[in-house]
């Protein structure tokens, strides 16, 4: 933005700009669009932002995001609270949930391993993962995404967690449903032919 | 977002996807990254939206954004205040502004008429307009976009302000530089010839 700009304006656009995914540009409408909302509306929108950042913390067992001590999930007796399905973040967790086949319980890193981004296996929630495993956990589904971090991490905390005489699986590797096999990169075809299942 | 996620950051990617060109996938990703940023940036954040909001106004002269009675370029004495360029935003003013080549003065409309969007002729700016049009002004440039509202805005407003007296002129259409003739459309390169220059 130009100097001619209302310098409140200019601060809001960089405010914007540092959020993931939005350019200069989109800021700058963003800045402008702030102006043409109602009071209400803008009062609304700071509000939530700091009421989202204040009363929302992870939960004390999962890691999940949650406004209350412990979150829904972890705090629902007919889930299965044996079953751990590890993931990245908690968006991965509505990933899940709307599958509406999964009956487990989760536990968020909050990351994954990656020494190249600084981000060493202390920097994640895998102590918690490891306090909360006790004779009553059947399995631990790793569920990072298929990247060279989340595979990284998956081995990392498998190796933690085996010696503990617990099951620890892997989410299967294969083609997307509904996919073209024309389209298939060779490592995914590989790892479907590799899992192939008898029909 | 499913149920199983706290309330507030379902409530502030609610608030984000309201903003233009926000879906709500971005939305979300957004509202996860309000949790992941400092106290004083989210303080920061929502400090400046509100800063914008109530702190910047419409300019008493040429209804720009600022944050002062009257815009750096209604108070600037070494423009050609003589020369009005009307334009539909505040963020075409800072287009302008980038070619360091116009000398005059603005004026927003903040919109164009568009009866489909029940946007009428009242609702814009434009009696602010002819009511600072005095013996001092020498031309009204109508720099609204080359659409079918910018087009009918400014034949609109020229026709208020011809009986002023005053020269009303509106941009030129034609290729754009940098661009290929090829791509042109058939309505712009016939104006691209109807306009055309000795050389």
């Given at each position: 933005m130009a100097e001619n700009t209302a310098l409140p304006l200019v601060l809001l656009a960089e405010k914007f700009a540092q959020l993931p995914g939005i350019g200069m540009k989109s800021a700058q409408r963003l800045a402008?669009?702030?102006?043409?909302?109602?009071?209400?509306?803008?009062?609304?929108?700071s509000e939530a932002v700091l009421n989202a950042h204040y009363h929302v913390h992870t939960?004390?067992?999962?890691?999940?995001?949650t406004d209350r001590e412990r979150c829904p999930i972890c705090e629902d007796s007919e889930r299965d609270h044996g079953i751990i399905c590890v993931v990245?973040?908690?968006?991965?967790?509505?990933?899940?949930?709307?599958?509406?086949e999964y009956k487990g319980v989760y536990h968020?890193?909050?990351g994954l391993i990656s020494p190249i981004d600084g981000i060493t296996p202390d920097r994640l929630r895998i102590k918690e993962l490891l306090s909360r495993i006790d004779s009553g956990t059947k399995e631990v589904i790793m569920a990072t995404n298929p990247t060279v971090e989340g595979e990284a991490t998956a081995m990392y905390v498998s190796k933690l967690i085996k010696p503990l005489g617990v099951k620890v699986t892997r989410l299967a590797?294969?083609?997307?449903?509904?996919?073209?096999?024309?389209?298939?990169?060779?490592?995914?075809?590989?790892r479907a032919l590799e899992n192939r299942n008898e029909i």
């Amino acid at each position: 933005m130009a100097e001619n700009t209302a310098l409140p304006l200019v601060l809001l656009a960089e405010k914007f700009a540092q959020l993931p995914g939005i350019g200069m540009k989109s800021a700058q409408r963003l800045a402008y669009h702030v102006m043409t909302m109602s009071d209400e509306d803008v009062k609304a929108f700071s509000e939530a932002v700091l009421n989202a950042h204040y009363h929302v913390h992870t939960c004390s067992v999962c890691m999940n995001f949650t406004d209350r001590e412990r979150c829904p999930i972890c705090e629902d007796s007919e889930r299965d609270h044996g079953i751990i399905c590890v993931v990245e973040s908690p968006r991965d967790i509505s990933a899940f949930e709307r599958t509406r086949e999964y009956k487990g319980v989760y536990h968020v890193l909050h990351g994954l391993i990656s020494p190249i981004d600084g981000i060493t296996p202390d920097r994640l929630r895998i102590k918690e993962l490891l306090s909360r495993i006790d004779s009553g956990t059947k399995e631990v589904i790793m569920a990072t995404n298929p990247t060279v971090e989340g595979e990284a991490t998956a081995m990392y905390v498998s190796k933690l967690i085996k010696p503990l005489g617990v099951k620890v699986t892997r989410l299967a590797f294969g083609l997307p449903v509904g996919g073209s096999l024309e389209y298939a990169d060779e490592v995914t075809l590989f790892r479907a032919l590799e899992n192939r299942n008898e029909i």
